[in-house]
Structure formats: C-alpha cells, structure tokens
C-alpha cells in the first residue's frame, strides 16, 4: 500500500472553514428557516466593478477568434499585466522582471513553501492566516515560533524574544486582526532580517485597503527590503477575483540564499516546472483593472466594503466589547475576555445566527476573539448589525 505522507499527520484535523460550514449546516439542519448572516469567511460578495468585466469579457471573445487565439503564455505571466503592477502598484519600485504572476496569493505562498523546503525554521504572526503555518507543516517543517500579536503589543510582534528563524510570514493589513503596520514597525522588521538574514513572506492581500496615506502598502516602502523581503499580492479583494484568480508574487533581484544564489533563479524555475501560468482570460481583467478607470473603480469596490467595517465598528462600539482593526482594512477584531473563541462563534451563531470566524482558528493568541468580516452585502451587514446592538 501507498503510505501517507508523514508530514501530514503533523495537522490538526480539519481546517478552519470547513469546521465554520459544518457547525452551520448543522444548525441549519436543526433549524431549517432560520436566516443566517455570514460575517465570517473573509469572500467578496459584490460584482466585479464594469470595466474589469469588460477585459475578462474581451478576453474571453479573443480567444474565441484566429487572430486573438493564445495557448500556453509565459509562466510569469503577460508582460503588459507584469508591467502595470510594477508601475501601478509599486510605482516602479520594483521592475517587472521581479513580478511573476499568479493563480492567486494563497498558490504562490505553496509554491513558496516548496522552494524554501521543510528544513528552515519559521515565524508566523499569531494569529495568521492558517496557510502559512498548516503549508509549512505539509512541507515538513519542525521549527514553529508563533510570535504573538496581541492589543497589548498593539498588534506588533516583540521581536525581542524572537529567535532567529529563516523565514518570516508577516501580514499588514493583517488577516484576522485587521491592525496594519507603520513605516517604523516595518523598519524594525526588515533590521531584524537583516540582522538574522531571515526572509520576509510579506503578504500583501489588503494593501489597497490602506486609506491612510502615512501606512506604508508595501514591504518595498522600506529601505533595504529589497534584500530581505517576497512580497505577494492579489486581485481577489480589491476586484472581486476570488473565483477568477488572479494574483503576483515579487521575488527582487537581490534577494540571495545562503550560498549567493539569487532567489529569483530557483523561484523562476519552480514556477516554470511546476505552473503553467494565470488564465489568460484572468490576466485581461487585471490590465483592465489597473487601468485608470478599472482603478477607480477597485477604489470604490475597497471603499463600499470598508464603509461596512466603518459601519460594524460604530455600530458597536457603544457596547461593552474590545472592538479592534475595521480601518485600513476589511476585519473587525473583538475580544471576548474569559471566553472561548469557539463558544461565543456557538453563541452568535444560536442566538442572532450571525456566523463569524472563532479567533483561535488563527492561533493560540486568537483565543477569546472572534472576527467579523466587512465583506457582504450592505443590507445584511446592516442586519448583523442591528440583531449584535440587541444582543449586547
Ligand atoms: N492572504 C491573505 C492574508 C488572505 O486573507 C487571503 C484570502 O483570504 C489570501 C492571501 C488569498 O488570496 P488569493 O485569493 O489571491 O489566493
């Protein structure tokens, strides 16, 4: 018989969502007219703004004709699309060269994970994003430093007491706490890598959230990061491409392995033998997007959603409750001091069926929150609202 790869008995048995949906099914089951609201799952719920539709839409129709017809395109992706992110997104701080696009952020941080390998050491904000640590285990990796980001550190690991690791996972607008970096938390972050020669996995899915000009939205904003920094983006929260796929990663020139090689030349090989590149329709919706009008009109898609968590968060915040993160980014972060994270996602969810995600899912120093998510439609997110104010 085939055995099971060992390092997967390294995780915990079910992962996050698929726990959510099955508590809810279940209540369903029980109660099957009640109305739920989900504020929980971090997906988008409104349409892709009309000019991104448009290129995914004449993308599509070209590949239905001899003249527009692509196959296969380059692995790293279309130039054009290579050369906008670089231009618009990073404002030529990093050249195209360095931008290899994606499938989506989640795919290129296990394609990551499979070029650093099981044999590095790693330290994950906590709590984060489950892939970074649930991936790294797939890939066999022992040595786990959970740095806790808590209200009391204002969300900023103390990097004190941060061994030196090899790669650092770090998310800003952070994924479930919604607190975003400044200018000098990431300084000392990138001093410390430089320090340590760590890599930084900066994972910049919300960037485009950041409204306040002072907040930096990229890793590349920092002097020096080039040297030590991966940062990935995505299309999925700012177009509503969580179904269409499309994402990027930027791997600088300069960053170099232990030995001198070039990260870039063992990631364009990764990427070349194990991908075969982003949709081509997928990529005319993002040149569409970062075009000046499809631009816009993310703006106003980031801007609806962050009207919801302006709304959760003033909407509650009259109430007993430690109320966190909802500006600059799309998570509203509450504790619940003394309680466990699953029994009060148990209690929202059997007393005002509002379903949200249970802190500790994220790591140890998410238990005792819950966070809600800004992404759905205003009127249920009005609704969720109103049944929270009678319930607290
Ligand atoms: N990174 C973070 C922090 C996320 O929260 C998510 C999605 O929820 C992703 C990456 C996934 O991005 P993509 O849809 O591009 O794979």
Aim: glycine residues 10%.
């Amino acid at each position: 018989m085939t055995k099971r790869n060992p390092h997967f008995s390294a995780l915990k048995p079910t992962y996050l969502f698929p726990e959510i949906n099955q508590r809810k099914l279940q209540y369903l089951a029980q109660h099957p007219t009640a109305k739920l609201i989900s504020l929980g799952i971090g997906d988008t719920t409104e349409p892709i703004p009309s000019t991104i539709t448009h290129g995914l839409v004449d993308g599509a129709a070209r590949l239905g004709t001899k003249e527009g017809y692509t196959g296969y395109g380059q692995e790293q992706g279309q130039s054009l699309l290579r050369e906008k992110i670089a231009e618009n997104i990073y404002h030529n701080r990093v050249s195209p060269q360095e931008v290899f696009i994606s499938d989506g952020a989640k795919c290129d941080i296990g394609r990551l994970q499979a070029l650093f390998g099981g044999d590095v050491s790693i330290a994950v904000q906590d709590p984060a994003y489950p892939v970074y640590v649930d991936g790294s285990l797939m890939h066999g990796v022992k040595q786990i430093h959970y740095m806790p980001c808590t209200p009391e550190n204002h969300f900023f690991p103390t990097l004190k007491t941060t061994p030196p690791v090899n790669l650092i996972y770090f998310c800003s607008p952070n994924n479930p706490t919604g607190a975003v970096a400044t200018h000098d938390q990431l300084k000392k972050l990138v001093q410390f890598a430089k320090i340590h020669q760590s890599i930084i996995i900066f994972d910049s899915a919300y960037a485009h959230y950041i409204q306040d000009p002072t907040l930096p939205r990229s890793i590349y904003e920092i002097e020096g990061a080039h040297e030590v920094a991966i940062e990935m983006g995505s299309f999925s929260k700012i177009a509503g491409f969580t179904g269409v796929r499309l994402g990027w990663t930027v791997v600088p020139e300069k960053l170099l392995f232990e030995d001198g090689t070039p990260v870039i030349r063992d990631w364009m090989r990764l990427f070349t033998t194990i991908f075969n590149g982003a949709s081509n329709i997928a990529q005319q919706g993002g040149i569409a997007a970062l075009s000046t009008q499809g631009f816009d009109e993310m703006q106003q898609l980031t801007q609806f959603y962050l009207e919801n968590a302006r709304l959760i968060v003033e909407g509650l915040k009259h109430f007993p409750l430690e109320i966190y993160g909802g500006t600059n980014a799309p998570y509203v972060w509450i504790r619940f001091p003394g309680q466990k994270s699953w029994d009060v996602f148990q209690m929202l969810l059997e007393n005002v069926q509002i379903v949200t995600t249970p802190g500790s899912g994220f790591g140890p120093a998410g238990e005792g929150f819950v966070r809600l998510s800004a992404f759905g439609h205003r009127e249920n997110v009005l609704e969720a609202i109103q049944r929270l104010q009678k319930l607290f």
